[in-house]
C-alpha cells in the first residue's frame, strides 16, 4: 500500500512540475515559451533594405560541439520575425528542415534604426531566457558588439555575419 501511494505522490508531482513549467515543447522536437513575453514583437516594425530577409546570415567563423563543427545562422522576417539555429557542417544539406519560424531552435524579433539591428530571441537551452543583441549593417554584413567593463562600458567588436547561399524559409 505505501509503495502504490508512492508511485501515486511520484506520479502527482512530477505532473504538477510538469504543468507549472513556462516552456512547452513542440513536436517537432522545439522548445517555445508557453506565454510569450518577447519585448520587441510590441514595437511598431519598419523594414529596412540593409537587411536581405529572402537568405540566411552564416557566422563567419565555425564552433566546436563535442567532435562536430557547427555552422552557425541567422534569418530576418519582413514583418520583424527572426530564427537562430545551428547545423553540423556535415549536415548542412538538411538546412531546409530548420530554416523556419515553424522549426528553428531560437525564435525572436527584431528592429532597425538606420544602420543599426537591436534582436531579442528566446533561448531554449538552460531552462529558457530571452536574450537581447545589438549589431550594425553594414552591406552584406552584419557586425556584432558586446559591451564590457563595468567602468567603461567599452563596445568591442566580437563576431561578425555574412549573407549566405541559403534560403530562408
Known amino acids: 500500500m505505501i509503495k502504490l501511494n508512492l508511485k501515486i505522490f511520484s506520479v502527482l508531482t512530477f505532473l504538477l512540475l510538469m504543468s507549472c513549467t513556462k516552456n512547452v515543447w513542440l513536436s517537432n522536437g522545439v522548445l517555445r515559451p508557453k ?6 514583437s510590441k514595437k511598431k516594425f519598419t ?8 537568405y540566411l546570415y552564416t557566422y563567419s567563423g565555425k564552433s566546436k ?23 553540423e557542417d556535415s549536415n548542412v544539406s538538411k538546412i531546409d528542415s530548420i530554416s523556419s519560424w515553424k522549426n ?16 531579442q530571441y528566446y533561448e531554449q537551452y538552460g531552462g529558457g531566457e530571452y536574450i537581447n543583441q545589438k549589431a550594425v549593417l553594414k552591406k552584406d554584413t552584419i557586425i556584432k558588439f558586446k559591451t564590457f567593463g563595468m567602468l567603461t562600458k567599452k563596445e568591442v567588436r566580437y563576431d561578425t555575419l555574412v549573407l549566405s547561399k541559403y534560403k530562408l524559409r
Open 104 to 119: 528553428a531552435s531560437r525564435i525572436g524579433y527584431f528592429k532597425t534604426v538606420d544602420d543599426n539591428l537591436v534582436y
Open 47 to 54: 523594414p529596412t533594405p540593409l537587411l536581405n530577409t529572402e
Open 35 to 40: 506565454n510569450p513575453k518577447f519585448t520587441m
Open 65 to 87: 560541439y563535442e567532435n562536430s563543427t557547427l555552422k552557425s545562422f541567422i534569418g530576418f522576417y519582413p514583418d520583424g520575425k527572426m530564427i537562430l539555429f545551428a547545423i
